[in-house]
């Protein structure tokens, strides 16, 4: 750019600037007055605004809160949770207020330096959050797709994520212009200043490449993750639930031979578990063949047997717990689009915004067009915390959060019941056995004393 189209696009910004002042009628520009388009309705944005940074704030200070009381960042998934708390803490209490005031107020009175700095404070948080999303997404592929491999180091993840972040919006100081209206018109115009994008950058190829690189490929990238992840959690759940409905269907033979070899084997098996001692073995084998006493003992061996064999079989097939892992995994996919959801709008509008002219017939909409779709945008700091807060609550902290609302506590009871049966019959823990095992070993124990009886 040369400098006659340098001094030419000056002299329109400061004209464009003083067009408008004159249409609001002001007398001193060293205050701040509202744009003209928002000026009946800017009250409530300001609520807004207000709404969801107190919310935000206090909703993530107290995720941070549990996370450390609880030392949940142990685990590198918390942790990284954490980093997403933070970044919505500093959009809430630094980002959030700048905008809105750039937004609402005509003239500029914050400096040199925030005009430069604005860009990069309003986008980088968003930024660094999209990142540790992804790697978030990443961790969760490598633990339970590729389980032998280690996982990501949580704290050099999050260091990395945000020099990543800083760097990429770097480029920003080049494309802003300032000008100082109090060294060019005088002191009535002392702290005034125009902040505007120098559009013959070509700017528009800079947010575009943004939007891609940041948005668009982090959230395809996430979404195969979790598909990928989501498909490997119903294998392991159907092969879990084939392993522990095969074993009682093997015992329900009638043949002595069936019975005796099934013996055998739940014998070898308790015999190869930790638990079993050599010398009460060699003193109570002799009888486990004929007295009902030894019936009795064997029926004890079989039980314990039962139990050693599904934790063996689970621990080897189901290092993990699949039902937590799928609570994780839903309230992750529901915050990543939550937060894909709030900012959408924003960054399409942003895209948009330099093929469309601007005059006076669509000033008042586009304004409020924008300021609302950054509203929209900022509460997705308000969403992570409270999915957050269900996904750690308890089912009797939500029963009682329920009825401060006034929802029927006794459908969800009877409902909740149904449920938690449902999964006692057809799941079992690393720490327990389901019903249909311990029916199981109640009629070979009866099957057993009855043999030893006859014997």
């Not at 329900?252 to 050599?278: F, N, V």
Request: charged share 15%; aromatic share 12%.
């Amino acid at each position: 750019m040369t400098s006659d189209e340098s001094e030419q696009n000056y002299l329109h910004h400061v004209l464009s600037w003083l067009e408008t002042a004159n249409k609001s009628g002001r007398l001193s520009f060293t205050e701040p007055f509202v744009r003209p388009s928002l000026n009946y309705v800017y009250p409530l944005f300001v609520l807004l605004f207000a709404t969801v940074g107190v919310i935000g704030v206090a909703g993530n200070a107290a995720m941070v809160f549990v996370i450390t009381r609880r030392r949940l960042f142990h685990d590198q998934t918390f942790f990284l949770m954490g980093n997403l708390a933070l970044s919505n803490i500093i959009k809430c209490i630094f980002a959030m207020p700048i905008t809105v005031a750039n937004l609402l107020i005509q003239n500029w009175l914050f400096g040199s330096f925030i005009c430069f700095f604005l860009p990069m404070l309003q986008t980088f948080p968003v930024y660094a959050s999209f990142l540790t999303f992804l790697v978030i997404a990443i961790d969760r592929y490598r633990l339970i797709v590729h389980p032998f491999k280690s996982r990501l180091p949580a704290g050099l993840c999050v260091i990395a994520v945000w020099v990543a972040a800083v760097c990429t919006v770097l480029p920003y100081a080049i494309y802003i212009k300032y000008i100082d209206l109090g060294a060019t018109l005088g002191y009535d115009f002392e702290g005034v200043g125009i902040c505007y994008v120098a559009m013959e950058v070509r700017i528009e190829e800079y947010i575009r490449a943004l939007f891609v690189t940041l948005y668009v490929m982090p959230l395809a990238v996430i979404a195969f993750l979790y598909v990928r992840i989501s498909a490997e959690l119903k294998s392991r759940e159907a092969t879990t639930i084939s392993i522990h409905f095969a074993a009682p269907n093997s015992h329900r033979s009638g043949s002595t031979a069936a019975t005796a070899a099934a013996r055998e084997l739940i014998d070898h098996a308790y015999k190869a578990s930790s638990a079993w001692p050599p010398a009460a073995a060699a003193a109570t084998s002799p009888r486990l063949e004929g007295s009902p006493g030894g019936a009795s003992r064997d029926s004890a061996v079989r039980i314990r047997s039962y139990a050693a064999t599904e934790r063996s079989t689970q621990d080897s097939d189901d290092d993990l717990d699949l039902a937590k892992e799928k609570r994780t995994q839903n309230y992750l996919i529901t915050m990543t689009t939550v937060f894909a959801m709030c900012w959408c709008p924003i960054n399409i509008l942003i895209l948009v915004a330099y093929f469309v002219h601007e005059n006076d017939t669509n000033e008042e909409s586009y304004d409020i067009t924008y300021i609302t779709f950054c509203w929209f945008a900022y509460l997705s700091t308000c969403t992570t915390p409270v999915l957050f807060a269900s996904w750690r609550m308890s089912n009797a902290a939500k029963d009682r959060l329920r009825g401060y609302f006034r929802f029927s506590n006794r459908r969800h009871n009877h409902n909740g019941g149904q449920r938690r049966h449902f999964h006692q019959k057809h799941y079992m823990n690393r720490s327990s056995c389901c019903n249909i095992f311990e029916e199981q070993m109640i009629m070979d124990r009866r099957s057993i004393s009855h043999e030893g009886d006859n014997v």
